[in-house]
């Protein structure tokens, strides 16, 4: 369990997480507990703790795909909450590849820009730049269920590059 984190304040622009705790299965399993951390703007972020400690949970909610037992998110000064689609400049690699076995790389990619507020020809030249900015050439046409694991995930790292 993730529990008392607290980071010192960064800029306007950065997510800020107040005090932030969730828990499961009728109050049985304490996933997050009075999580308080601020990411700065512009920067890549890792999570690294044991196995159960909360990480995925903290990403979900980060991204607006669960809710909060309580606390709250902030980013770039407004307070998100659950499942509200808003422009965030999040970009959320997933644990496990998702289920499509017949979409390409850039396929993946141009899924998630799609999902992420982009629409004709700017979902087109995103997928490009991040594909050149990578070197991904190679994978693009391949099918995510042909990919190495590496390929596989550099796929979805490409794809939260591509949305922000």
């Known amino acids: 369990m993730l529990t008392g984190i607290n980071v010192k304040p960064l800029n306007f622009n950065a997510v800020e997480v107040k005090r932030l705790s969730k828990i499961y299965?009728?109050?049985?399993?304490?996933?997050l507990e009075e999580v308080s951390v601020n990411l700065e703007a512009g920067k890549a972020t890792g999570l690294l703790s044991p196995n159960g400690s909360g990480?995925?949970?903290l990403a979900r909610i980060l991204v607006g795909l669960?809710?909060?037992t309580s606390g709250r998110v902030e980013i770039?000064?407004?307070?998100?909450?659950?499942?509200?689609?808003?422009?965030?400049?999040?970009?959320?690699?997933?644990?496990?590849?998702p289920g499509f076995p017949g979409l390409t790389?850039?396929?993946?990619?141009?899924?998630?820009?799609?999902?992420?507020g982009y629409w004709g020809?700017?979902?087109?030249?995103?997928?490009?730049n991040v594909v050149?900015?990578?070197s991904l050439q190679d994978i693009q046409s391949k099918?995510?269920?042909?990919m190495s694991g590496g390929e596989a995930r550099l796929t979805l790292i490409a794809a939260a590059i591509a949305s922000r």
């Open 55 to 57: 990480k995925t949970t």
């Open 121 to 128: 020809k700017h979902v087109k030249k995103a997928c490009e």
């Open 76 to 97: 770039g000064g407004k307070v998100l909450t659950s499942r509200q689609h808003i422009s965030v400049p999040i970009g959320y690699v997933p644990q496990r590849l």
């Open 132 to 134: 050149e900015k990578l």
């Open 25 to 31: 299965s009728k109050g049985k399993t304490v996933a």
């Open 105 to 116: 790389g850039k396929d993946i990619i141009e899924f998630v820009l799609v999902t992420q």
């Open 66 to 68: 669960l809710k909060p």
């Open 143 to 146: 099918l995510i269920w042909n």
